[in-house]
Every structure is written in C-alpha cells, then in structure tokens.
C-alpha cells in the first residue's frame, strides 16, 4: 500500500517535497514514478526511478525543476519539486512497479498506486 503527502499550497516559484512511502520491505525493489491529474485532464507521468539501477526519468515540462529519488532503505520515493508554476497544479499520485514492466513511462506500466496529494501553485 502507497501513502503519498506533503502537498499544499504554495505561490509561483516555492518549492515543495513530495513522499511516497509504502509499507513492505518489497518496495525497495519496485520502480516507482510520480503522475499527475490536472482538473478536466488526463493523468500523465512525471518522474520515474526505475529499479533496478536507479534511472531517472523525466517528463518534458519538469526537467531541470523536479527530482525525483529514493532513501536509503527504499522505502520512500521523494519528488522534490522547485521553482513550481500555476500549471503544475494537480493531483500528484506515486505508482510502484513490482514487475519491471519496461513502461516506466506509462500508468499501465504500474501495479499499485497512492491516495495522492494536492499541489496548488498560485501565481
């Protein structure tokens, strides 16, 4: 089970962190990834953290001001988001893939997904 926090409100240009935790041991060995849900839109992907070898991946609209990692244990996934903007307000959800899908990319790509958390970005 994924427990995602630390949204709130914030104004154009704060920062905010993100955290994925997750109860189990196994999580260590997931990839994981952050999507977000805009009202009235698609849930798209943000970051990934692919197990194993800890790549980073990134979507176009967040590269260079978000980054995503993991702790020690594994047991929580981070997505520290800086230089936030109106547009990235949204539903963040945290995803883990138990099964190395190869879709690191993709919502199909992952099995269990998080309650989410909102960030609210004001101009």
């Known amino acids: 089970q994924l427990q995602a926090s630390g949204g709130g409100l914030v104004q154009a240009g704060d920062s905010l962190r993100l955290s994925c935790t997750a109860s189990?041991?196994?999580?260590?060995?997931?990839?994981a990834a952050w999507f977000r849900q805009a009202p009235g839109k698609e849930r798209d992907f943000v970051a990934a953290?692919?197990?194993?070898?800890?790549?980073?991946l990134y979507s176009d609209s967040v590269k260079g001001r978000f980054t995503i990692s993991r702790d020690n244990a594994g047991n929580t996934v981070y997505l520290q988001m800086n230089s936030l903007k109106p547009e990235d307000t949204a539903v963040y959800y945290c995803?883990?893939?138990?099964?190395?899908?190869?879709?690191?990319?993709?919502?199909?790509?992952?099995?269990?997904w998080g309650q989410g958390t909102l960030v609210t970005v004001s101009s």
């Open positions: 995803a883990a893939d138990p099964g190395a899908s190869g879709r690191p990319t993709q919502r199909r790509g992952y099995d269990y």
């Open positions: 189990g041991p196994a999580f260590s060995r997931h990839s």
């Open positions: 953290i692919t197990w194993p070898g800890s790549n980073q």
